[in-house]
Structures are given as C-alpha cells and as structure tokens.
C-alpha cells in the first residue's frame, strides 16, 4: 500500500525539522477540496481576480504565449508556485482542478505517487488569458503532471494540447500494481491483443518519439503505427474503450468536448495505434 501524503510529511518532515525551516508557517499541508459545486469558468475568474499584481505577473499569460501549448514530459512548465499563492487562492486552485476532473479523475489525479506528496503546493500555475471573456485557460504543471483546465480552444483541438500524467505506483513491475492509471494499461492491452500477428507487427516501431517533439500534424500528418480504419470491428471498438478510459479522467463537459474534436477529425478510425519498444531515450520496453 502506498503512503499518503500525511504519513509522508510524518516520516520525512517532522514537525521539529519544519519550524526550523520556517515551513510551518507556511501551512505546508495544502487545502483540502471544499466541495464546491461551482464551474470552471466561473473559478478560474475568481482565482484570476484573487491574483495581486506580482502574482499576475508570474501566473498570467496571453492566451496565445506559446507556453499555452508547450507539451513537457511531466516537469513543469512555467508559471508560478502554486505554494507561494495566498490561502484563498490556493483552496481556489484545488477546487479549480477538481471542478476539471470527474469522479474517476477525482480518485487518480490527486492520488498519483507525486500528488499525495504535497499535492498542488508542489505545482505551477499559469493562467492563459481572461477567464472572464473570451478563450481561455489553466495550466497546471508538476512532476509526471501536465494538465490543462477549463476553455474550449480557439484551435479547435482537445484541451489546448497533449496531456501528461502518471503515477509511479508499481514502476517496472509487470501490470503496474497500485498505479491509479493501471485501467488505461488494461484497455491498452486488450486492445493490442485483439490484432491479428500482422497488424501488430504494423504497429510495432523499435523507439518512442521525443514526447516534446509530438505534436498536431493535421490531416495530411504522417503518424506511426497501424490505421485503426483498417482493423476490423472488434478492434475499431476497443481501440475506442481505450481513449474513453483516458478521457475518462476530465468532467463531462471536457470530456465531451474531446469527442467532438476527435469526431470533427474523422472519429476513432482516423486514429493510428503505435506500440513501441524502447522509449525514446531507449530505455526499457514500453509496450
């Protein structure tokens, strides 16, 4: 079983250790979700007016800074330490993140290995620009996290970007035990195991790209692996139940904002399935 963040700052941060650093004060537990049944939108104004003027400079960007779409390997991307944010601001962020997930998000963002730690305190924040009119959008970015809240981008495109996260739980251990995304890997791998020897061959490819080098290609992009078009139905529907279970994780509306993208873009059959062996730093297998 794996610790919580609790008994996590109990073994490693005690309270002796704490006051000398002059942490405590800081009330370095951060808040709890109050339970607030607000939107989105409606948080992200609140939060974005919370922010003093040295806050803002750090936290806030144009909606078109290119930082908005900057696709990192779970290490955060700019912005400001949510740790440094006045209380108010701090308890809107967490509200703010759990107004963006869904029951099933709620249970596995929050919970991933780096999250129980000191949970949005060991995040950035960036704000892209005003919540109150017009596009907009919250980044929030850490360790194995890349997630992106709220606004349905100007492009068109699902959640702004790439999305990233991922628990450490049962790192190299066959199944991932404990890991909160362990049902994405099992989708993952019915779906690879109902192809027939050649189209997994087809999907087969020796390295991972550069995660930072993904990116939207279009329709005349060149992609990896094997066309889900060309698979036949069972496999076309489980390659469907595998990108459910990712979108799984974001409230509805956000969730059925990325079916529409994905529809408007040809639907599940435009889709290519890769399976690689190494990563792209040709470390162990990934596949």
């Not at 308890?91 to 993140?97: A, C, F, Y």
């Not at 997930?101 to 892209?128: C, D, M, N």
């Not at 991922?166 to 791998?189: F, H, I, S, T």
């Not at 995660?211 to 005349?220: E, N, R």
């Amino acid at each position: 079983m794996s610790p919580t963040r609790r008994q996590i700052l109990k073994w490693g941060l005690g309270a002796g250790a704490l006051a000398g650093t002059g942490l405590a004060g800081r009330r370095l537990l951060p808040p709890r979700p109050s339970g607030s049944s607000e939107p989105a939108r409606e948080l992200a104004a609140r939060l974005y007016d919370m922010l003093g003027a040295e806050e803002r400079e750090a936290v806030c960007f144009g909606y078109d800074h290119p930082l908005r779409q900057y696709h990192n390997r779970g290490v955060d991307t700019g912005g400001g330490w949510a740790f440094f944010l006045g209380r108010d601001a701090r308890q809107t962020v967490v509200d703010l993140v759990h107004a963006g997930l869904s029951q099933k998000g709620r249970a596995r963002v929050p919970e991933q290995w780096y999250s129980q730690i000191l949970g949005i305190h060991l995040t950035r924040l960036a704000i892209f620009g005003d919540p109150h009119a017009g596009p907009y959008q919250v980044l929030v970015t850490g360790a194995h996290l890349n997630l992106r809240l709220g606004g349905r981008s100007r492009e068109g495109v699902a959640f702004g970007g790439p999305q990233v996260y991922g628990d450490q739980a049962g790192d190299n251990e066959v199944g991932l035990p404990g890991n909160v995304y362990r049902a994405q890997l099992a989708r993952g791998q019915r779906f690879f195991a109902s192809l027939s020897p050649g189209e997994r061959q087809a999907a087969r490819h020796p390295k991972a790209p550069v995660q930072t080098d993904i990116g939207l290609q279009g329709a005349a992009g060149r992609f990896d692996g094997t066309a889900v078009a060309n698979l036949g139905a069972r496999s076309r529907q489980l390659a469907r139940d595998a990108v459910d279970e990712i979108l799984a994780t974001y409230a509805e509306e956000d969730a059925g904002y990325a079916w529409q993208c994905l529809a408007q873009n040809g639907g599940i059959e435009a889709l290519h399935a890769a399976d690689y062996a190494q990563d792209h730093q040709g470390g162990r297998d990934v596949g």
